[in-house]
């Protein structure tokens, strides 16, 4: 027999089992980011390798190792999206929504980066991007913070902290990165293999190195806010009190850069010391040079994503309880008449009881495997017809979950009863 064939290494699907707290999750963020007036934005999963090579930076880890990047049948260079925010500039600008606009904007949906996968990293993952545009006040920053805040705590989330930094101009950034070459040129035999090649081309991410044998030299090495400059410091200093004075807790962390090149002034990450080495489950910053450089007319801009393995991942080891999606009643159908009026019934339920999950029996069975098929649903009641109760207009009523018994309704009451009882669940 042939090798069954499996999915690539990094990506995952989603089962029926888990696709409720997805769903419950995507429901949740969508809530908020609605609740601050943003707008969905819907973007290609393909683009123009181009775009992201511009945009993200060609001496970042993305660009350099993690794109899935090929030619098309035109001979045209295209790749899968690392990320969001790329694709978003590029849409608005070709639509003309960054002319003398302010857009506040979402989307959500699968991202691809060539990783290696462990748990919390994957090759295809997913994000909840929000970005907004031409707005250079530190108010829209402290906005998305709030909004971000606002998410962990409708999701009962706790164990996050928020670290922030300012990069500062690409002028101030200059200057830094000058003293930062100086300082490590100076330490080359101590700098690790990774650290030497980025010395020329991305000097501040080292400052990111994971390796404990550069922590002292990383710790020793020039700060990134001794270089900012005045209007640089005077943003981030307000943006600080905004977070006062929303009750935002936060780390200032000065070797926070961000691996992505776009980013000015404000960066942030929120970590969590419960998921292991991926920790990061939400980052994003300040970018307003990116527009421009892209070849439109100067526009501020500020955004984050979210990674929503991570948070899913989060959520479960606090244990939390999501909703399944189970269907509340199971239609068992015994009998040629039953069948042709139980089919009926139940569209004439769902056209009366909005929001109801009824799962009809098809495929026929006895009672008894009907039953077994009732119980694995995880329905909690059992709309019983067999021949004699579609010929008499009757429903039994059985509860799968308790110990009470069945009672026979006319079809006319069940609709009703079942308000009842549905209802009562739902303010239980
Ligand atoms: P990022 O830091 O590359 O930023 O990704 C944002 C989030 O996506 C991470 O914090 C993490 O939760 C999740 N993530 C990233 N890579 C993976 C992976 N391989 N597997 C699972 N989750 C992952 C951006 O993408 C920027 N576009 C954010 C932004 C928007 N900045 C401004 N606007």
């Known amino acids: 027999m042939a090798n069954t064939i499996q999915a690539i290494r990094g990506m995952k699907d989603i089962l029926p089992g888990e696709s409720s707290s997805w769903q419950y999750l995507e429901d949740t963020l ?72 302010v857009q506040r904007l979402w989307y959500m949906g699968p991202m691809f980066r060539h990783e290696r996968p462990q748990k919390g990293r994957y090759r295809q993952f997913h994000q909840i991007g929000v970005e907004a545009f031409g707005l250079e006040g530190p108010d829209i920053d402290a906005e998305m913070l709030m909004m971000t805040a606002r998410m962990w705590k409708q999701l009962g989330i ?3 902290v928020l670290q922030i930094n300012s990069l500062g101009t690409p002028r101030s950034r200059a200057s830094y990165r000058a003293a930062l070459v100086d300082y490590l040129a100076g330490e080359k035999s101590s700098l690790d293999e990774d650290s030497l090649r980025r010395l020329e081309s991305n000097p501040l991410r080292i400052l990111d190195s994971k390796n404990p044998d550069m ?64 920790g990061t489950i939400c980052a994003g910053g300040r970018y307003d040079g990116l527009v421009e450089y892209l070849g439109g007319k100067p526009a501020p801009a500020f955004g984050f994503a979210l990674g929503l393995e991570r948070l899913l991942a989060l959520l479960a080891t606090g244990g939390a309880t999501l909703p399944d999606n189970a269907p509340h009643i199971y239609l068992v159908l ?48 059992a709309l019983v017809i067999g021949d004699d109760e579609a010929e008499q207009g009757n429903v039994v009523l059985k509860p799968l979950r308790s110990e009470s018994g069945q009672k026979v309704y006319t079809q006319e009451e069940t609709a009703k009863r079942l308000l009842d009882l549905l209802e009562l669940e739902r303010t239980a």
């Open 30 to 101: 969508r809530g908020v980011v609605h609740a601050y007036g943003y707008r969905e934005i819907r973007l290609p999963l393909l683009e123009k390798t181009e775009l992201f090579r511009r945009s993200i930076g060609e001496v970042t880890d993305i660009v350099e190792k993690e794109m899935y990047t090929f030619d098309d049948r035109n001979g045209d260079s295209l790749t899968l999206r690392p990320e969001g925010t790329a694709s978003c500039v590029r849409a608005c600008m070709e639509h003309g929504l960054l002319h003398n606009q």
């Open 334 to 381: 015994n009998g040629d008449k039953a069948v042709h009026r139980g089919l009926v019934f139940a569209d004439e339920l769902r056209d009366v009881i909005p929001g109801l999950r009824l799962l009809a029996n098809c495929g026929n069975g006895s009672f008894k495997s009907q039953f077994k098929r009732a119980d694995k649903s995880g329905a909690q009641y």
């Open 158 to 160: 706790s164990d996050v």
């Open 215 to 278: 922590r002292q030299l990383i710790e020793a090495a020039p700060s990134l806010p001794d270089y900012l400059d005045d209007d640089s410091r005077a943003h981030f200093e307000a943006l600080c009190l905004l977070l006062d004075a929303a009750n935002i807790g936060y780390e200032v962390n000065p070797r926070l850069v961000r691996g992505l090149d776009y980013y000015t002034r404000t960066v942030f990450e929120w970590v969590t010391d419960s998921l292991g080495a991926q």
